[in-house]
């Protein structure tokens, strides 16, 4: 089993940064892909930024409504990942989610989600 605990939302005024931090503890057989997704109220979950994880190295993706604004990054040592979100706007208020993809030796793929942390950007 894996266990994701994300940390670092809160609230924060237009224009502000946060950083999430998503902790992966557990029996972890390699990070094929990391992410996070966001949900509002009433929609759909939507993906924010992801690593994929390849022969060439960690491959970032963002939302289009998230590039240039918005960093993710992963540290394999600490299995942990980051999001640096900056110039923030009301627009991205949502529960954030992390999320774990792994090949298990034994079950095959396998995801993993968070609990999710709250990012209300207001003023």
């Known amino acids: 089993q894996v266990q994701l605990v994300e940390t670092g939302g809160g609230k924060v005024q237009p224009g502000g940064s946060l950083r999430l931090s998503c902790e992966a503890t557990?029996?972890?057989?390699?990070?094929?892909?990391m992410g996070w997704y966001r949900q509002i109220p009433g929609k759909q979950r939507e993906l924010v930024a992801r690593v994929t994880s390849g022969d060439d190295g960690d491959k970032p993706t963002y939302d289009d409504s998230v590039k240039g604004r918005f960093t993710i990054s992963i540290d394999n040592t600490k299995n942990t990942l980051y999001l640096q979100m900056n110039i923030l706007l009301p627009e991205v208020t949502a529960v954030y989610y992390c999320?774990?993809?792994?090949?298990?030796?034994?079950?095959?793929?396998?995801?993993?989600w968070g609990q999710g942390t709250h990012v209300t950007v207001s003023a």
């Open positions: 557990g029996t972890i057989f390699g990070i094929n892909t």
């Open positions: 999320y774990l993809g792994h090949l298990d030796p034994a079950h095959g793929p396998r995801y993993y």
